[in-house]
């Protein structure tokens, strides 16, 4: 029946292959979170920055949480992703993922009771399509960050594959919502909180569930009938 | 993997690095000092000991799978314990998968499942593939499908968990597939 250990040690070495090592997790860290930054000066230089950034950020505490809480949640989510795809760096992944937690609570928690109880519940509300449109800018922008830390975790070995995939796409869509707060000029509540502190919620949807299966099928092949 | 020393550990990493270049003698000594702690670590966390070798293959089939994940300049132990941790959390799931597809397939063959007094007549192919089983798997097929035990009443009789002899059973139909597909080649 099956081989003894002994045996598939020797066959393992006898059809042993040369690997490149994964690169470093700062290395690669520092490279998304780059991506993010030129993508983000992409998105700004192709659409124009909001010109009352630096006002809004002082008039609108929600504004300014939830831009912050991003940048959080997005730096937590890409270490996250990255720690969680080599194995011995688990310990650096929960610090990540606690990183996240927090970043999810400054920019939804604290984000969204400022915007309901601070000027921005005054401000005229945008179009539901707006909140949509900044979505899925922040996905655009998202893209070369998400290309990157999704490929690593595809190519690491993940002990927990769905979270470290679900850290990838969250953390990316961060940096992308990020980068889009920057030009965006609708100040209202609930655009803020839609699209902008949540749409790092449907990177799950779109990056890292159809990664997840990609993975499944990579790890665990149909048996042949 | 706590018990690999700071020397063990530093030998280790040094075959790592050079399994990862391609140094097939390297890779094999290391495998090799291995498998006592691999065998260790999976009968710390198995309760048959039948299952552990068959784990230990899977934490080296992991193991090679991931080594390009380690990187030299970190302590091999931690990347060890968390590739093996891994691999026996895997092994362990996809058993528990399988028993419970095993739970629906027996409730179908109850149905016309042989009794003790009147067991199941064999083909002589069969038969013969019934032979060339270990004694322990040709047991559990015996009992369970030619003898028409439950699964229950075969574990009582053989002495094991029902767990263990869903195992023992599995790996024996596995084996008679292979082997009746081999009679079946031209």
Known sequence: MSPSSERLVESLAHNLQPVRPLPPLRR?????????????????AYLGANPHLVEAARRYPAFLAIWVGLLVVAVGGVVAALAGA??????????????????????????????????????????????????????????PAAAVVLGFVLRGAPGRPLASLAAAATGAMALGSFANHMHCVQFDAAHLLMGHALAPLAGVVLLAMPAWFVLRRLADPPAPE | MSWIGEEQDSRYRGWMAA????????????????????????????????????VVQNVLVAIHRARHTYRAERRFAPWLGAVARNAVIDELRR???????????????????PTPESPAPLSPEMQ??????????REAVELIQIRGLSVAEAAQRVGIKPGALKVR??????????????????
């Open chain 1, 28 to 44: 690669m860290a520092l490279l998304v979170l780059a991506l993010g930054g030129v993508a983000a000066g992409a998105g700004v």
């Open chain 2, 128 to 137: 013969r593939a019934l032979e060339q089983l270990p004694a322990a798997q």
């Open chain 2, 169 to 186: 059973a599995h790996r024996g139909y596995r084996a008679l597939r292979l082997l009746l597909e081999e009679t079946e080649e031209p």
């Open chain 2, 95 to 113: 058993r528990g998968r399988r028993l419970s597809r095993e739970v629906s397939l027996e409730a179908a063959a109850e149905a016309v499942a």
């Open chain 2, 19 to 54: 399994a990862q270049r391609g140094d097939a003698d390297a890779y094999q000594r290391l495998l090799t000092e291995l498998l006592p702690l691999l065998r260790a670590f999976a009968r710390a966390r198995l309760r048959e000991a039948s299952d552990v070798e068959d």
């Open chain 1, 86 to 143: 080599v194995p011995g760096r688990e310990p650096e992944a929960r610090a990540a993922f606690g990183v996240t937690a927090l970043g999810a609570a400054i920019a939804v928690g604290l984000g969204g009771i400022l915007a309901f109880s601070g000027p921005e519940a005054g401000v005229p509300a945008a179009p539901a399509a707006a909140s949509g449109l900044c979505a899925s800018m922040a996905a655009l922008l998202a893209l």
